[in-house]
């Protein structure tokens, strides 16, 4: 899907998720009318970033923030699920140490299992931004930072990755390149791998702060997609959507018959 910064409108819609099905929709522009588009918000894909740089290079690409924090935020699961895992190996260690069967009614849960069953459900905790935590959730992060050093600086890093998009553009690119040299010296892989992404995609990033574009248009424009396949109760096919979808969401209003 293309939709218009503008105007919020759809502009333009095919399926498929490739560079070759982008590149129809500049075929239909056309050359000069690619030339006159300035700005262009995207996720990181690059069959995305590729298309448009060939088709209107004078474009400035922006990096949709939401998806440069879920990489940090799929980042700091990755590094969630390695402690847990850790900490169940732990727990099934000690249980065959124990010995078999059931342990004494009424004996307290050895101190491996509930560490590892904390963790486990300290995944909300650890995604949600801290102004929208519950005092349940904001407990169990005070006890995650406490407890696992490693687990904690991966939080810190997706919390100070999200929070560079909201400073102001001259302030950005400064923290930027503290939060990378940061994450590259952290020694945790998931965020030395992505720090790379971030340094490769900095500049768009940097303008999509500075101008203030994100992909909220296309995200809205994806629920009311689903909404017409829903009250549609379902599509045969693609262009029967797709049809539907730029009747209701491209501003067109065609003469009906019988209409006045």
Same mark, same amino acid.
């Given at each position: 899907?293309?939709?218009?910064?503008?105007?919020g409108r759809?502009? +333009? @819609?095919?399926p498929?998720? !490739?560079k070759a099905?982008?590149?129809?929709f500049? =075929? #239909?522009?056309?050359?000069e009318? *690619?030339?006159?588009?300035t700005h262009?918000?995207?996720d990181?894909?690059?069959?995305?970033s590729?298309?448009?740089a060939?088709?209107?290079?004078s474009?400035?690409?922006?990096?949709?923030?939401?998806h440069?924090?879920? +990489? @940090?935020t799929?980042?700091? !699961?990755?590094v969630?699920?390695?402690?847990w895992n =850790? #900490?169940?190996k732990?727990?099934r *260690?000690?249980?065959?140490?124990?010995?078999?069967?059931?342990?004494?009614?009424?004996?307290?849960?050895?101190?491996?299992?509930t560490?590892?069953?904390?963790?486990?459900?300290?995944r909300?905790?650890l995604?949600?931004?801290?102004?929208?935590?519950?005092?349940?959730?904001?407990?169990?992060?005070?006890?995650v930072?406490?407890?696992?050093?490693t687990?904690?600086?991966?939080?810190?890093?997706k919390e100070?990755?999200?929070?560079i998009?909201?400073l102001a553009?001259?302030?950005?690119?400064e923290a930027l390149?503290?939060w990378?040299?940061w994450?590259?010296?952290?020694?945790i892989?998931?965020?030395?791998?992505?720090?790379?992404?971030i340094?490769?995609?900095?500049s768009a990033i940097?303008?999509s702060?500075?101008?203030g574009?994100s992909?909220g248009?296309?995200?809205?424009?994806n629920t009311k997609?689903?909404?017409?396949?829903r009250?549609?109760?379902?599509?045969?096919?693609p262009?029967?959507?797709?049809?539907?979808?730029?009747l209701s969401l491209?501003?067109?209003?065609?003469?009906?018959?019988?209409r006045?």
């Amino acid at each position: 899907m293309v939709v218009d910064h503008d105007s919020g409108r759809l502009v +333009w @819609a095919a399926p498929g998720r !490739d560079k070759a099905t982008l590149a129809t929709f500049f =075929d #239909a522009l056309g050359g000069e009318r *690619s030339a006159l588009i300035t700005h262009v918000s995207a996720d990181g894909a690059d069959w995305i970033s590729l298309v448009v740089a060939e088709r209107c290079p004078s474009a400035v690409r922006c990096a949709d923030p939401f998806h440069v924090v879920k +990489w @940090a935020t799929e980042a700091l !699961d990755e590094v969630r699920r390695g402690v847990w895992n =850790d #900490a169940r190996k732990t727990a099934r *260690s000690n249980e065959v140490r124990r010995g078999r069967g059931r342990p004494v009614t009424g004996a307290p849960a050895r101190p491996d299992s509930t560490r590892a069953v904390a963790l486990k459900h300290s995944r909300y905790a650890l995604w949600k931004n801290p102004e929208n935590l519950t005092e349940r959730q904001t407990v169990k992060l005070a006890w995650v930072v406490q407890t696992n050093p490693t687990l904690g600086r991966a939080y810190y890093l997706k919390e100070g990755l999200r929070v560079i998009f909201k400073l102001a553009h001259n302030e950005a690119g400064e923290a930027l390149n503290r939060w990378v040299v940061w994450a590259r010296r952290c020694r945790i892989p998931a965020f030395v791998k992505l720090q790379r992404s971030i340094v490769k995609h900095r500049s768009a990033i940097l303008a999509s702060i500075e101008h203030g574009l994100s992909n909220g248009r296309i995200e809205s424009m994806n629920t009311k997609i689903r909404l017409i396949t829903r009250v549609a109760f379902g599509l045969q096919s693609p262009d029967a959507l797709i049809a539907l979808a730029m009747l209701s969401l491209g501003g067109h209003k065609p003469v009906l018959p019988g209409r006045i």
